[in-house]
């Protein structure tokens, strides 16, 4: 089992920064993927980045493309969200994923096996 846990969400103007961050627990060595995903009320669960933990390619819509940047340290089985030039739009609860293997459809949220309680990121204009 593994469990990912949020944090580092919070209430930021626009323009500003955030770097949400999701440690995963347990038996993370079982985990390729790892991913973030938003939801904003009354919306559908979006994809926003995913990181794999053995080569470390990343994968971005195209919405956060230049704006966020997602790493991830192996040592500390954490993975970061670096949110720079935040907009309103960007307000949601973001959750953190993980997936045992990897597949070119990292986007679909039912594709991933752990999922966080999610953290929320308010934007103010």
């Known amino acids: 089992q593994v469990q990912p846990v949020e944090s580092g969400g919070g209430l930021v103007q626009s323009g500003g920064s955030l770097r949400p961050s999701c440690a995963a627990s347990?038996?993370?060595?079982?985990?390729?993927?790892m991913a973030w995903f938003l939801q904003a009320p009354g919306n559908e669960r979006e994809f926003v980045a995913a990181v794999r933990w053995s080569i470390g390619s990343t994968y971005y819509t195209d919405s956060v493309k230049g704006r966020f940047a997602i790493s991830r340290d192996n040592a500390k089985n954490t993975v970061y969200l670096q949110m720079n030039s935040l907009k309103p739009e960007d307000t949601a609860v973001y959750y953190c994923?993980?997936?045992?293997?990897?597949?070119?459809?990292?986007?679909?949220?039912?594709?991933?096996?752990?999922w966080g309680q999610g953290t929320q990121v308010t934007v103010s204009s």
């Open positions: 347990g038996r993370t060595a079982v985990t390729d993927i």
């Open positions: 994923a993980a997936r045992r293997f990897y597949s070119s459809k990292y986007y679909l949220g039912d594709t991933y096996d752990y």
